[in-house]
């Protein structure tokens, strides 16, 4: 989770008519960590839910403009910077959004998972964990005297 820092591979005038548009699939057929995954170059078994929001980056601050906007400024085209990738087993993405903070070039993406999890009963826990503390405790007094 994090600034990943993948782009879209398309020029800024089509990613800013893209997102005006709110075409989503579009932007997304070109960006490259949905890319990487697909192929299994990054991120092996890693998965990341469905994006149906905007480019998360770069926002002027304090603004709800991308940087760029104004031509003298430069230009930095629009991406999927800011992702939530999960891994494992048991997991279900309940929501994926970006939050509409203003407080930095990026706007910040939050999800909610339901993680299916393995009830243990307490006293076989307990049992497994002294068994596991025995061994070890074991271990450690054969390599003492193997030491002497």
């Given amino acids: ?3 990943l820092n993948y782009r879209i591979n398309l020029p800024y005038d089509k990613v800013r008519d893209l997102i005006s548009k709110e075409e989503w699939s579009k ?3 070109r960006d490259q960590l949905v890319g ?17 929001f905007a480019p998360t980056y770069k926002y002027e601050l304090n603004s709800e403009k991308y940087y760029g906007e104004d031509p003298k400024a ?12 999960s891994y494992g087993k048991g ?8 939050t509409e903070l203003k407080l930095s070039d990026h706007r910040p993406v939050t999800a909610i998972y339901m993680a299916e999890v393995e009830v ?3 006293k076989k826990l ?10 070890i405790e074991n271990e450690e007094v054969v390599a003492e005297v193997i030491a002497y």
């Fill in 74 to 85: 430069g230009r930095r085209t629009p991406a999927w910077c800011d992702r939530i990738l």
């Fill in 120 to 122: 243990f009963c307490p």
């Fill in 91 to 98: 997991l279900r993405q309940l929501m994926y959004r970006r």
């Fill in 1 to 3: 989770m994090g600034d």
């Fill in 36 to 52: 990487e995954l697909q192929k299994g170059h990054s991120f092996d078994g890693w998965s990341e839910g469905a994006l149906n």
């Fill in 126 to 135: 307990q049992r497994a964990l002294n068994y596991t503390d025995a061994e």
């Fill in 27 to 29: 932007l997304i057929e």
